[in-house]
Every structure is written in C-alpha cells, then in structure tokens.
C-alpha cells in the first residue's frame, strides 16, 4: 500500500493499482457503509445512480475513476433490485470495453435474508408494492438464482477484466483486505423494520394515514417479536427461497479459487423454518394498534 499526503489529508493508494477497482454491490449488502469508508479514506469516485443507467454517464465515471485512482463503488451497478440485475452481463461487457484492466468485487447474501432486507427497502422507501407482486416479479428472473449470475460473469472474466464474489458479514473489513488499504467502518445503525411493521406500512401507505418516511420513523419497534414468528413473504415463496439452498451450494463450488470468499457456513442460513405471512394474520386490531404507535411515536397523538 502506498500513502501520499496532500496538506492534512491522508489519500491511500491500493495494492495493484493498474487495475481499475468497482464495487458492484449488491444492495443490501453493507454498500452505504462501504462507499462511505471509501470516502472518508479519499478513494472513492464520486458518482449519482443516474450514472449507471446511461451507457455514456458509466463510461465517464470508469474513465474517471481510472485517471484518478478511485474506486467506483455502487449497488446500481449491474442494475436493479426488482429486476434482479437482469442488465448485469451487459454492463460488465461496457465495463471491459472501456478498462484495459479492472477488478470487480460483487457481495452476495443468502437469498432469503436478501429478499427480506430488498422488499422491505421496497416498502420503507414508499414504493407501493405488495409482497405477492414482489414475488411473482423477482421469480420470473434470470438472476433469482446467485448460481446464474456468478456464472455468467465468471464465463466473461478474464485476466484483464477480473470479477470476484464475497459473502461476508463485515464488507467495510473484507474490502480493506480486498484493496490492501485501511478502512474505517462508520458508525452507522440501521435499524431494520419488524415483518409486521412492514404490513402496517403498506396497509397504512394505502390507506394514505402519513407519509413514508414519518411512517418508517414511527413504526420503529412495533411489534418486534413478530421477527421470529411471522414472515412478510407468503409460505409458497418462503419454501422456494428454502430451496436456493442448493444454488447457493452450487454457486459456492464454482467459486472455490483464487479471489472468492464464500464459507460453507452460509448454507446453514437456509435451515430456517416456514412461518406465517403477515398479509395473513395482520388483523384489524394490529392496525389500529399500528396508528396508535405512530402517532405516539411521531408526538402526534
């Protein structure tokens, strides 16, 4: 690792610096931490998430990033959550296109944790979308199997355009080893929404009783037991993300190389049980006691 200083501040220079580094996400993987980390230690290529729809913008930032020696880190790189990164072999064939030489770095999560924390995202934001609309909508992708996007990047990998895939649950550490620059995770809490607040949410939103994001701050800590006993996905799409057990395997043995980390312990993460759908056993009386606890909790009552 090499330091440069410029007046106070300290910018840090990563190991294999001829390679253009990326940080494709995924979301919900620890990426705010992460680019914020990259930011403090002044590496991070400054980018907007309309930079990653455009092939022109895209290009520029790589450009930039490359001339700069930063890293370009975004969870919209390869696309988006609903779609399941469906432009994510596309975008890859731009980025080696545009770069004589770079590695990218994608995090994963097991796939029922991600869907949870992705349609919850969903739900918290103010999209109105109900789970069985998200279901159906993400099981129709090519990339609802890790399996299948890991392959067809691996297959476009090369020694010049390199792609690597992480599970971890410190992405802020695991990248610093990634870059051989230190990193320092921020203190950043995000507290997450229990199931049954996040039926309140899309309940309430419908009924238009506040707005999302006075919604989001006043369902904080409603009905927390509800995390171990209820689920905001229905049974069906509970055992089918159970099922991905095996493409985790799967993806799991086509990364054993160089570069990949991805422990065999993840696969215990599929062991969790069934449990009931909160869209069935959200009753009238949680919703009033839901409008109750926001009201308290946003000093309207």
Known sequence: MQV???GQKVVHFAKNWGETKIHAGLHKT?????????HTAGILQPSHRSDFREPDKLIEVLRNAKARRKVVSSEHFFGEMLTMYESAVERFELLRATLDRSETTVYLRPHAEWHSSSFSQFIQQGTIIS????ETSVLRTRYFSWHRLAKDLLDRSSASAKVRFRATFDVVSDYSLVLGVPLSKPNRHNSSLSPMAIEAQIRLSAEGFMEPKYLRKGLKN???ESKTNSSVFSRDFQMSLKEMKQDWFQMTKLLLG??????EHWLTRYDQRVLPS???????TDLLAAKRHVL??????
Do not use: V, W
């Not at 160089?258 to 422990?263: K, L, T």
């Not at 909160?278 to 009238?284: C, L, N, P």
């Not at 308290?296 to 009552?301: A, F, Y």
């Open 258 to 263: 160089e570069g990949h980390q991805i422990s």
């Open 4 to 6: 440069a200083h410029f």
């Open 222 to 224: 409603f009905m927390p």
């Open 278 to 284: 909160t869209a069935e056993i959200f009753s009238k």
């Open 296 to 301: 308290r909790q946003t000093d309207r009552g």
């Open 30 to 38: 620890g990426s705010t931490s992460l680019q914020q980390a990259l």
């Open 131 to 134: 789970s069985e609309k998200y």
